[in-house]
Every structure is written in structure tokens, then in C-alpha cells.
């Protein structure tokens, strides 16, 4: 039903726009300017199908012009958020997960190998230059494929074991990329928080282009602006996604005006942004925002004493009894969003580990079920999250149309009396005076658990998760250490178990990339070499010696290749129901929630929301270009 | 003389290599380097890492080379007047530090002055009535000024304006002014705003200056010649003026030395809790990423001030108190 309507609202504006769609009112701060010929009126600015945004939710409607939104970030660079909750990508994901284009007017898709992208035409650069097929041609040849400018190749998501695609301009608003295999990551990286950006603003960088003014004139000019050489300052010139360069023309609904280093960034109103709102008009709604630098510990106090009008990054879960205290006071409202990753703390069995008794265990699924069955999930929600998070084995969440309930509870029950009798059928019967268990070496069983030692959340759990372990006859040891040491401590397989969170995406659709179940890098923490193998085209790390995690891999490459969604949900599910059952990660508690303050005036805002990286570039898929303040309200 | 000064320049050289070479070390102590820390920071935000951007960044800044060879690089370079380059900036150090650079000399000269102002005359009334209650009860208030945190006070501060005023504290020019030009009004704000922090980073100055001045004074006003002087019937002012006070002052011209660095780095803390655009809260900031060459200049220039500092003090002591000699050994 909703989607119903959300497609005929589009067919709707689609249908009326182009023939000559009733021009709204200029964006009050900006009509100055036209009635000064400063800035060609709001028809000349807007390509000729702007792209209508309708948001399906029931508090949602549209909005006044006016206000300045203000933030708090921590360091300069966090500036690079204005361009993740900005979000204007090519192709990007709306409030159900759904791929659409934005920056695009159309797009086809021939079974995820030739992707034609049709630009909107009179679609322009801020800086009112036009944005076309130029400028992936420009991306394409003078960036991607120049061996100073990409010493390394191609972006990673536009290989296919290790072949790129054909490009080719078509006209001045169509482009196209052509595989010889499918490529189903190409979208969901042009849609990413930190996207894959294949096109530039190529009028405004030639300038810095030894191809286009003459290698001894770029080079001059480089080490007159104290870079090495012309690459090394076309790179810090080129940095759409950094949002350091405010010459820099965007497609984002807000420009950076302010050049590091500062404490104060000032983002004002793109003229050029290609997206109105159901009554024509341009949006933004909201004019200015300020982001205002300070220390990353004085956020949560200054977000509490009303400082902010919208503000989630660096506020933690056990700020909220603090920030909820100021509500009242300060006139703002704080929501509670759900995080998107899999468990908020999660145990990784390390397979890889060096030890050799230690590392038959772990490749032992009745061992790694035995300790998920020691978890007694309940006592770590009550005790550490307030009861507020749920008990479930590190899975997606409820939220993917890929989830099932059963993944969620296997082996995630406490149970001790099954996890002895598991242990017991191991053949691990011997045990020390203590009560503890002998490896079958003779080593009692000190099973010593490295941490990043960032968080003391992680230690708490471990506390507890420790007591019940003991009653399974097994001495779990935390190890706190610093964060480089962890990783290189997992890699090298000197570590038997770390603790980390859980899947990062927990929200996925089939088309997503499923990298995270299957071992894919060395980054995964439960079988960092067998990640490696695949992440270095087996040229490194070890082939997986479980036929399980085979099976993973190969279902890997049948999502890769696969040209139907339903073949993508079918490795989907499988992959999920292996790890379900074979338990290579154990979740603790997910439902890990995320405080937001939110002004009180400001609206649009969903109260409830899910807080997520990729995708949905944290407030990105909420459409912040839509949220306004309402003058009734005063802030 | 000039060849006392020669001779303590020349010393300046080995010093400052020396302090060069633990500040390098010191910085590369923390296991990584600052990619490494950029990565852990993105991923501690729930962020993910384009691998190829950091293989091109580790190659570009040279983080894969030996130590002794970043080391060369870095300290051949400062020796042409290049600092090195920011990574978390992306732009050389010089162009990091400039603006804040004038914001902060400017409190820390408001600073030292107030301090100044306020110590002098309490410390003297202190000293001259000693055990009196104007004594006590100004020594008590300095005793809190020293014994309170100043990043303690400057949140005290923040809170009871924040609750009682409704107006917040810091940054130290109003909003519109950050990163525009410099002009009247700009100055004007800026000094509206600064009695805050200068405030807050003088209490405890203050307090030290008073004790040190009364403890001097103290001793001064003990001595025969004092007593001398009241005896032949000089009016009390003029005696303390012309002689005690100049004796005890040679503690305030030897503390140059550590007021030169303070001038650019003082009260890093307190910055931080006020978000106040000084030096110290980047410096702060570049030690915890590693930005080593942002951190190692900035130290470097720290160190050099301090050996200049010190000189200048030494040189002016010479000057200002006959007493003092440059050389010849045992004098007594």
C-alpha cells in the first residue's frame, strides 16, 4: 500500500514536472541574489526533472525555508560527515533499504554487468558549472586509469577478479560501464556512506592536471603551494568525500565554506542542489549549518546544556540518563535509535590460532557451541545494558527482510548442563583440582580473551560471561591491550579468542554484499588468515581447512555472480543458517541503541530511526535536505 | 661578554639536537603510527576504510620508511625552514598553526598580565603585613586559586553560566567572527571574550606569584640595610620601592625563561574545556593521532623557545644585578 502511493506521488511529479511544473518561491536567503542577477533564477538552476522527495512516514511533511542547524564534531576532519549525512550519491538508499537513484534521473541495470547511467540533464555543479558525462570521462581516464594519480589501480569495487570495466560516454548525459562478469557490489558502493566516486568536478580540476596545464607548470605550481609534487596536490585538491576544499564544487545539499583549520565550519545552501520537495520547492529547507569543533569527552555535556540541534556523533548509550535530564531545560528531545550492527558485543573463537591443541578445539563446532550455550545472555542484559538490549546469537536484525527468528536463538539459549555434556563428548573429562578442564595435553583450560582495552563495557561482559564459564569447568582470562597489538595479535594467530562487536551490517537486503559471513579479509577476527587467502587471490594467508567455511566462500562468489535476486536471498539464507548453526561468532546482546538530541523545534527527524553506517549513512536516508525548523517552536 | 654569548649559543646546537631526537623517539613510542590511529579512530565509529586510499597515503607520507631515515627527513627540513607536513590537516605545519598562533600569544599575554596586575600588589601587601588577617585571608584565596584545577574552575564556570545565565562559555570571539579577516570590531570581540579564560588560566598564576613574591620580600625586609634605611628615616615607601623590592624581583626576571614557552602553549586542559582556538588543544590532539611531524614541530619550537628563554633571562639578570657575574668561578 505505501509503496503503492510512494510511486504514484513520483509518477505523479514526473508526470506534471517536466511539462512546466509550478514554480515555487525562490529560497528566501538566496532571492536577494537573483534579483540581483548574482544567481539565474530558480527554473535555470534546478536540472529539468528535479528528483521530488517524498518521505513515507507519518510524522513527515513539508516544510518551511529558514534556520541554521548546529553541530558539535570533534576534530576538523570530521567535517567529511557533512558529506555522509548529506548524501547525495548517484544511487542511494531510502528509508527501506531500497536503491533509487538520486543523483541519476534513470538508471539500467542488464543482470548487474552493464550499467547505463542517465544523468539529469541541467544538473549542475555548485559552483553552477554543468554536470555531465564529462566528468566521468574526465574520472575515468585522467584520475582512475593515471598511474601517478592511482599508483594502485582502480578502485577495488570496480574489479571483478581483478578486471575493470569498459566505459564509454554514449552523449552528454549517458554513460556507460560494461563487465564481463556481474559486479553487485558497483551499486552498493556508489550508494556507500564513504562512496566509490566515479565522476569529478572536471572543470575545476583540470587546473591541477599535469595533462592539462603542462607537467612543469603543475609541478610549479604544487611546490609553491608546499606539496611534493602536482599529484600529491591534486590529491589534496580532489577530496570530495574530506569536504576540506571549498572551492571544490559538490553535488551535496550544503557547501563547506570554511578551510581547515578552524573551530567553526559554516555549510550553506547549495543554489544548484537537484532535489525539490512536493510543492516545487528547492530543497534544502534548512540554510545554514554550523559545525562547531570541540573535545570529542565535552560533546555529551555541551549536547546536554542545548548546544546542538541534532547531534549523534560521540554521544554513548550510558550519556543518555544525563542527556535525558536537560530535555526540559534546554528544549530539545532525545530518541533513542537502534544501531545497526549485529551484536554489541561479540566473542570470536580465533581458528587460525597457533596453538595446535587449542586450535583443533576451536575448529570443534560442538566446542564453540558448548561456550555459547555458557552464555547466560539474560544476566549481561539485565546487568550491564538495563534490560534494554536483546539476547540473541550474533545475527542480523529483525529489520532485514532476510531475518528469521531462528537464527537469533540457536545455541543462544543458556544451557550449561548441554554445554558440559558437549564438552564432556569432546572427550575433555579431565579436570584440576579446581574443577577446571584439561586439554588433552594436560594444560588445564585458561582460556585467555584479548581486548582492545577501549572499552570497559567489553570488560563487564567478560566479568560475567567469565563466572558462568567457570561453571563449564573453563578459566577464561580477559587480556586488555591496545588496539594495534590486538589486531596484530589476531593475525598472527597468537590470540585464542577476542572480543569485538558484532556484524557490522546488520540490515542487509540480498543485493548487499554478504563479504562479512565468508571469510573475505584478514580484518575478520574469527579466521583472520582464511580472509586473507581470499582477500590476496590466494597468494597468502591458508586455504579454509573446514568444508563449512568452504562452503561460505563458495557461496560468496554464487552471490557474486549471480544475476537474480533470488539467487543472492538463496546464498543469503544459507550463509546465514550456517552460521547459525556452526556458530563461528557468539553474540551476546544486540539492540544496541544509539542516543539522538534533536530540537525541539527542529522537524522530520524520525523518532525512530536505525543507526547505521552502511547503508544509510547514519541520518543520510532520512533526507536531512528535508528536515526544518518550525518557527512556532522557539528554540 | 660576547664571547659568553657565543659560547652559549654554540651549547644551544647539541641541546637542541639532543631534545630532537627524544621528542622523534617519544612521539614513534605508542605501537603505529598515525594511519594506523586514523584507522582505529574510523573504525571505533562504526567506519570503514578504503584500503587502497591508506596504501597510497603510507607510501606518500613515507610511513613505511626506517625511523632514522624519517627522522632526517624531518629534522634536514626543519633546518631549511620546512616543518613537515600535517596528515590530519593535509597541509604543511606552518599553515596549521598560523592563526592560532596570534590567538593564543594574545591570552597568554592578557594572561601574564593580569597575573601581574593582580599578584603584585597582593604580594607585597602580603609580605609587608605579614600575619595581619588581610595576610591570611589573601594567601587563603591563593592557596585556592593553586589548589583548584583550572580545567576544574573553567567547567564550574561553563556550568553556572550554563544553568544560572543560560549563556555559554567559550571559543573566544563571537560566532561570526571565526575566520574572518581581522579588524576593529574582531579585536573587540576577541577581548570581550578573552577575560574568561584569562580568569581562569591566571588563578593559579596569580597564587604562585604572590607566594614567591612574599616569600622573597619576606626575606629581603629582614635585612640590615632595610633596617638601615627605616633608621635613617627614608619614608616607608620609598625604602621598599628603592631596595627589598628590587632585590626580591631577580625570581621574576629568571622566570622569563619558562614564560616564553608558556606564551604559546600555556594551559592546554583548560583550552580543551573552553574550546578555545589556541595551540594547546592541537597539540593535545596531535600527540593522540600521532601527527608526529604537527607534534614534533611544534614541540621543537617549544624547546627552542625554552633555550632562548633561558638565555635571554641569564643575560638580563647580568645586567639588572650587579651581584651576578658571568664567570670566575667560586666568587665567595
Known amino acids: 500500500?505505501?509503496?503503492?502511493?510512494?510511486?504514484?506521488?513520483?509518477?505523479?511529479?514526473?508526470?506534471?514536472?517536466?511539462?512546466?511544473?509550478?514554480?515555487?518561491?525562490?529560497?528566501?536567503?538566496?532571492?536577494?541574489?537573483?534579483?540581483?542577477?548574482?544567481?539565474?533564477?530558480?527554473?535555470?538552476?534546478?536540472?529539468?526533472?528535479?528528483?521530488?522527495?517524498?518521505?513515507?512516514?507519518?510524522?513527515?511533511?513539508?516544510?518551511?525555508?529558514?534556520?541554521?542547524?548546529?553541530?558539535?564534531?570533534?576534530?576538523?576532519?570530521?567535517?567529511?560527515?557533512?558529506?555522509?549525512?548529506?548524501?547525495?550519491?548517484?544511487?542511494?538508499?531510502?528509508?527501506?533499504?531500497?536503491?533509487?537513484?538520486?543523483?541519476?534521473?534513470?538508471?539500467?541495470?542488464?543482470?548487474?554487468?552493464?550499467?547505463?547511467?542517465?544523468?539529469?540533464?541541467?544538473?549542475?555543479?555548485?559552483?553552477?558549472?554543468?554536470?555531465?558525462?564529462?566528468?566521468?570521462?574526465?574520472?575515468?581516464?585522467?584520475?582512475?586509469?593515471?598511474?601517478?594519480?592511482?599508483?594502485?589501480?582502480?578502485?577495488?569495487?570496480?574489479?571483478?577478479?581483478?578486471?575493470?570495466?569498459?566505459?564509454?560516454?554514449?552523449?552528454?548525459?549517458?554513460?556507460?560501464?560494461?563487465?564481463?562478469?556481474?559486479?553487485?557490489?558497483?551499486?552498493?558502493?556508489?550508494?556507500?556512506?564513504?562512496?566509490?566516486?566515479?565522476?569529478?568536478?572536471?572543470?575545476?580540476?583540470?587546473?591541477?592536471?599535469?595533462?592539462?596545464?603542462?607537467?612543469?607548470?603543475?609541478?610549479?605550481?604544487?611546490?609553491?603551494?608546499?606539496?611534493?609534487?602536482?599529484?600529491?596536490?591534486?590529491?589534496?585538491?580532489?577530496?570530495?568525500?574530506?569536504?576540506?576544499?571549498?572551492?571544490?564544487?559538490?553535488?551535496?545539499?550544503?557547501?563547506?565554506?570554511?578551510?581547515?583549520?578552524?573551530?567553526?565550519?559554516?555549510?550553506?545552501?547549495?543554489?544548484?542542489?537537484?532535489?525539490?520537495?512536493?510543492?516545487?520547492?528547492?530543497?534544502?529547507?534548512?540554510?545554514?549549518?554550523?559545525?562547531?569543533?570541540?573535545?570529542?569527552?565535552?560533546?555529551?555535556?555541551?549536547?546536554?546544556?542545548?548546544?546542538?540541534?541534532?547531534?549523534?556523533?560521540?554521544?554513548?548509550?550510558?550519556?543518555?540518563?544525563?542527556?535525558?535530564?536537560?530535555?526540559?531545560?534546554?528544549?530539545?528531545?532525545?530518541?533513542?535509535?537502534?544501531?545497526?550492527?549485529?551484536?554489541?558485543?561479540?566473542?570470536?573463537?580465533?581458528?587460525?590460532?597457533?596453538?595446535?591443541?587449542?586450535?583443533?578445539?576451536?575448529?570443534?563446532?560442538r566446542f564453540r557451541r558448548a561456550l555459547s550455550l555458557g552464555v547466560d545472555r539474560h544476566e549481561v542484559n539485565e546487568v550491564?545494558?538495563?534490560?534494554?538490549?536483546?539476547?540473541?546469537?550474533?545475527?542480523?536484525?529483525?529489520?532485514?527482510?532476510?531475518?528469521?527468528?531462528?537464527?537469533?536463538?540457536?545455541?543462544?539459549?543458556?544451557?550449561?548442563?548441554?554445554?558440559?555434556?558437549?564438552?564432556?563428548?569432546?572427550?575433555?573429562?579431565?579436570?584440576?583440582?579446581?574443577?577446571?578442564?584439561?586439554?588433552?595435553?594436560?594444560?588445564?583450560?585458561?582460556?585467555?580473551?584479548?581486548?582492545?582495552?577501549?572499552?570497559?563495557?567489553?570488560?563487564?561482559?567478560?566479568?560475567?560471561?567469565?563466572?558462568?564459564?567457570?561453571?563449564?569447568?573453563?578459566?577464561?582470562?580477559?587480556?586488555?591491550?591496545?588496539?594495534?597489538?590486538?589486531?596484530?595479535?589476531?593475525?598472527?594467530?597468537?590470540?585464542?579468542?577476542?572480543?569485538?562487536?558484532?556484524?557490522?551490517?546488520?540490515?542487509?537486503?540480498?543485493?548487499?554484499?554478504?563479504?562479512?559471513?565468508?571469510?573475505?579479509?584478514?580484518?575478520?577476527?574469527?579466521?583472520?588468515?582464511?580472509?586473507?587467502?581470499?582477500?590476496?587471490?590466494?597468494?597468502?594467508?591458508?586455504?579454509?581447512?573446514?568444508?563449512?567455511?568452504?562452503?561460505?566462500?563458495?557461496?560468496?562468489?554464487?552471490?557474486?555472480?549471480?544475476?537474480?535476486?533470488?539467487?543472492?536471498?538463496?546464498?543469503?539464507?544459507?550463509?546465514?543458517?550456517?552460521?547459525?548453526?556452526?556458530?563461528?561468532?557468539?553474540?551476546?546482546?544486540?539492540?544496541?541503541?544509539?542516543p539522538v538530541v534533536v530540537r525541539n523545534s527542529l522537524r522530520n527527524v524520525p523518532a525512530d530511526g536505525v543507526y547505521s553506517w552502511d547503508p544509510g549513512a547514519y541520518f543520510g536516508m532520512y533526507h536531512p535536505d528535508t528536515f526544518w525548523f518550525d518557527a512556532g517552536e522557539r528554540r | 661578554m660576547l664571547q659568553y654569548v657565543v659560547k652559549r649559543v654554540l651549547m644551544m646546537i647539541p641541546t637542541l639536537i639532543a631534545v630532537s631526537v627524544i621528542v622523534f623517539t617519544i612521539i614513534q613510542l605508542p605501537p603505529g603510527n598515525y594511519l594506523e590511529s586514523y584507522i582505529a579512530e574510523l573504525e571505533a565509529q562504526g567506519e570503514t576504510v578504503d584500503q587502497q586510499k591508506v596504501a597510497f597515503l603510507r607510501d606518500y607520507y613515507g610511513l613505511d620508511k626506517p625511523l632514522p631515515e624519517q627522522y632526517l627527513r624531518w629534522a634536514g627540513g626543519m633546518l631549511k625552514g620546512d616543518f613537515g607536513y600535517s596528515f590530519e590537516f593535509n597541509m604543511p605545519v606552518t599553515r596549521v598553526i598560523g592563526d592560532r598562533m596570534l590567538l593564543t600569544m594574545i591570552v597568554s599575554m592578557v594572561t601574564i598580565l593580569f597575573t601581574w596586575c593582580v599578584a603584585f600588589p597582593i604580594g607585597i601587601y602580603s609580605a609587608t603585613h605579614q600575619y595581619s588577617w588581610g595576610d591570611y585571608g589573601l594567601s587563603l584565596l591563593g592557596f585556592l586559586g593553586i589548589a583548584i584545577p583550572n580545567f576544574m574552575l573553567a567547567l564550574v564556570m561553563m556550568y553556572v553560566a550554563n544553568v544560572v545565565f543560560g549563556t555559554t562559555i567559550g571559543g573566544l570571539m563571537a560566532p561570526e567572527y571565526i575566520g574572518a579577516p581581522w579588524t576593529w570590531d574582531k579585536i573587540k570581540s576577541v577581548l570581550e571574550h578573552s577575560w574568561i579564560p584569562v580568569i581562569v588560566i591566571g588563578t593559579s598564576g596569580t597564587a604562585g606569584m604572590i607566594r614567591r613574591l612574599r616569600a622573597n620580600l619576606l626575606d629581603e625586609l629582614q635585612k640590615q640595610y632595610v633596617v638601615t634605611a627605616r633608621a635613617k628615616g627614608l619614608p616607608p615607601r620609598k625604602v621598599l620601592r628603592k631596595y627589598p623590592l628590587r632585590m626580591a624581583l631577580n625570581f621574576f626576571i629568571s622566570d622569563i625563561g619558562s614564560l616564553l614557552p608558556h606564551i604559546i602553549s600555556g594551559a592546554e586542559i583548560t583550552a580543551v574545556v573552553l574550546s578555545l582556538p589556541t595551540t594547546g588543544p592541537m597539540l593535545l590532539n596531535a600527540l593522540k593521532s600521532q601527527d608526529m611531524y604537527l607534534a614534533g614541530s611544534f614541540l621543537m619550537f617549544l624547546a627552542l623557545l625554552i633555550v632562548v628563554g633561558v638565555l635571554v633571562s641569564d643575560l638580563a639578570l647580568v645586567a639588572l644585578d650587579p651581584r651576578i657575574r658571568l664567570s670566575g668561578g667560586v666568587a665567595r
Not at chain 1, 512516514?57 to 555522509?84: C, F, P
Open chain 1, 1 to 365: 500500500m505505501t509503496m503503492r502511493w510512494r510511486s504514484v506521488a513520483l509518477l505523479l511529479a514526473l508526470l506534471l514536472l517536466p511539462a512546466g511544473y509550478a514554480i515555487a518561491e525562490e529560497p528566501p536567503s538566496l532571492a536577494a541574489d537573483v534579483a540581483a542577477n548574482k544567481l539565474p533564477p530558480l527554473a535555470k538552476r534546478l536540472p529539468r526533472t528535479p528528483l521530488v522527495v517524498t518521505v513515507d512516514r507519518e510524522d513527515w511533511t513539508t516544510g518551511r525555508y529558514g534556520g541554521e542547524l548546529h553541530m558539535l564534531m570533534a576534530k576538523d576532519r570530521d567535517i567529511r560527515m557533512m558529506v555522509v549525512y548529506g548524501y547525495a550519491r548517484l544511487v542511494g538508499y531510502d528509508e527501506r533499504l531500497q536503491l533509487a537513484p538520486d543523483i541519476l534521473q534513470s538508471l539500467d541495470n542488464v543482470g548487474n554487468r552493464v550499467f547505463t547511467l542517465h544523468l539529469r540533464p541541467g544538473h549542475r555543479w555548485s559552483d553552477g558549472q554543468p554536470f555531465t558525462s564529462e566528468d566521468f570521462r574526465y574520472f575515468w581516464e585522467d584520475v582512475a586509469n593515471n598511474k601517478e594519480l592511482s599508483p594502485f589501480g582502480l578502485p577495488r569495487a570496480l574489479l571483478v577478479d581483478n578486471h575493470g570495466p569498459t566505459f564509454e560516454v554514449l552523449d552528454a548525459t549517458t554513460v556507460r560501464y560494461t563487465w564481463d562478469e556481474p559486479n553487485p557490489q558497483f551499486l552498493a558502493a556508489l550508494a556507500g556512506p564513504s562512496p566509490l566516486f566515479i565522476y569529478r568536478p572536471a572543470h575545476y580540476l583540470r587546473q591541477f592536471h599535469a595533462r592539462y596545464v603542462g607537467l612543469a607548470k603543475a609541478n610549479a605550481r604544487a611546490v609553491a603551494e608546499g606539496s611534493r609534487d602536482w599529484a600529491g596536490l591534486y590529491q589534496k585538491m580532489d577530496e570530495q568525500f574530506r569536504f576540506d576544499n571549498p572551492a571544490l564544487p559538490t553535488l551535496e545539499p550544503w557547501i563547506n565554506t570554511t578551510p581547515l583549520p578552524t573551530t567553526r565550519f559554516v555549510l550553506v545552501r547549495n543554489p544548484y542542489f537537484h532535489r525539490i520537495d512536493a510543492n516545487g520547492r528547492q530543497l534544502p529547507y534548512i540554510d545554514r549549518v554550523i559545525v562547531n569543533i570541540t573535545d570529542d569527552k565535552l560533546i555529551p555535556a555541551r549536547a546536554g546544556a542545548g548546544n546542538v540541534d541534532l547531534q549523534t556523533r560521540y554521544l554513548r548509550f550510558d550519556n543518555y540518563t544525563f542527556l535525558k535530564q536537560g530535555e526540559q531545560r534546554n528544549h530539545y528531545r532525545v530518541y533513542l535509535w537502534e544501531k545497526a550492527i549485529g551484536s554489541q558485543v561479540a566473542l570470536y573463537p580465533n581458528l587460525n590460532v597457533e596453538d595446535r591443541t587449542w586450535q583443533k578445539l576451536m575448529r570443534d563446532v
Open chain 1, 384 to 594: 550491564v545494558y538495563f534490560g534494554l538490549g536483546k539476547e540473541s546469537a550474533n545475527t542480523i536484525l529483525p529489520r532485514s527482510p532476510l531475518f528469521r527468528p531462528e537464527f537469533r536463538t540457536a545455541w543462544a539459549a543458556f544451557d550449561v548442563k548441554r554445554a558440559n555434556a558437549l564438552l564432556d563428548a569432546i572427550g575433555l573429562t579431565k579436570r584440576n583440582e579446581d574443577g577446571i578442564r584439561l586439554l588433552p595435553d594436560g594444560r588445564p583450560m585458561n582460556l585467555i580473551v584479548d581486548t582492545s582495552g577501549e572499552s570497559t563495557e567489553e570488560t563487564d561482559v567478560l566479568e560475567l560471561v567469565r563466572g558462568t564459564w567457570h561453571e563449564l569447568g573453563i578459566a577464561m582470562f580477559p587480556r586488555p591491550s591496545q588496539r594495534e597489538v590486538f589486531r596484530k595479535r589476531v593475525f598472527s594467530g597468537k590470540s585464542m579468542m577476542s572480543v569485538w562487536s558484532g556484524l557490522s551490517n546488520g540490515i542487509p537486503t540480498p543485493d548487499m554484499s554478504p563479504g562479512e559471513l565468508a571469510p573475505t579479509t584478514q580484518e575478520q577476527l574469527q579466521w583472520p588468515m582464511w580472509g586473507q587467502y581470499y582477500e590476496l587471490n590466494h597468494k597468502g594467508g591458508e586455504a579454509p581447512a573446514l568444508p563449512d567455511v568452504q562452503e561460505l566462500a563458495r557461496l560468496f562468489q554464487q552471490w557474486r555472480t549471480a544475476t537474480t535476486t533470488e539467487v543472492r536471498t538463496q546464498a543469503w539464507q544459507r550463509m546465514l543458517e550456517i552460521h547459525a548453526d556452526e556458530v563461528y561468532t557468539i553474540g551476546i546482546v544486540t539492540h544496541a541503541l544509539q
